[in-house]
């Protein structure tokens, strides 16, 4: 339904209420359209009102908390992939294929994401995943000095939170709760 049919609906409800409102005046006995009892209606309105305001308040909350949680996991996901990329570079031209695999990785990642957006889950859900072949890229390399050793120990353990947070997100964002 879009905003327009929405708002007509609303529209269509209110004007209704309206007239059966008007039509109800002229129905009800003169005891209920006294002062008092139309006291008790505004106050019963308030707290409707009150109440309405509470909960979308409450809403309005958890949607922009869920926003500034998947932004800050996003942007940590990214700066975890630039500094692997980094230290692959520095690490030395035998690391290419490595880099490569992950540049690959990232580009099947944003079609996923994009394919959720826009194709549904089903579509993304066939999108293969490659964090485990970065990761024994990145094993199988083997360090001829000290500062390529402490590289290698340093991109692995990015690799390893790499997948981990992939994972968690993949399975908190498919859980049925």
């Known amino acids: 339904m879009s905003s327009f049919e929405i708002s007509v609906v609303a529209l269509v409800f209110v004007f209704g209420g309206s007239l059966l409102g008007l039509f109800l005046r002229t129905v009800l006995p003169k005891h209920h359209l006294d002062a008092e ?3 008790v209606v505004k106050l019963g309105m308030g707290l409707v009102g009150t109440m309405a ?14 926003y500034d949680t998947q932004n800050a996991e996003l942007t940590q996901v990214s700066a975890n992939v630039l500094l692997l990329d980094r230290i692959l570079a520095h690490y030395g031209p035998e690391t290419n294929q490595s880099r490569e695999i992950l540049k690959s990785s ?17 579509q993304a859900q066939q999108l ?7 990761y024994e890229q990145i094993h199988s390399l083997s360090p ?5 050793r402490s590289l290698k120990s340093e991109a692995l353990g990015i690799a390893l939170n790499l997948g981990q947070t992939s994972f968690l997100i993949r399975a908190t964002r498919h859980s049925p709760f």
């Open 53 to 66: 305001a509470l909960i979308l308040g409450l809403l309005v909350t958890s949607a922009k908390s869920a």
């Open 106 to 122: 990232v580009a099947r990642a944003l079609d996923r994401m994009s394919a959720e957006t826009h194709g549904g889950l089903a």
């Open 37 to 39: 009892t139309k006291d």
């Open 144 to 148: 001829r000095d000290e500062p390529q």
């Open 128 to 134: 293969p995943h490659g964090n485990e072949s970065i």
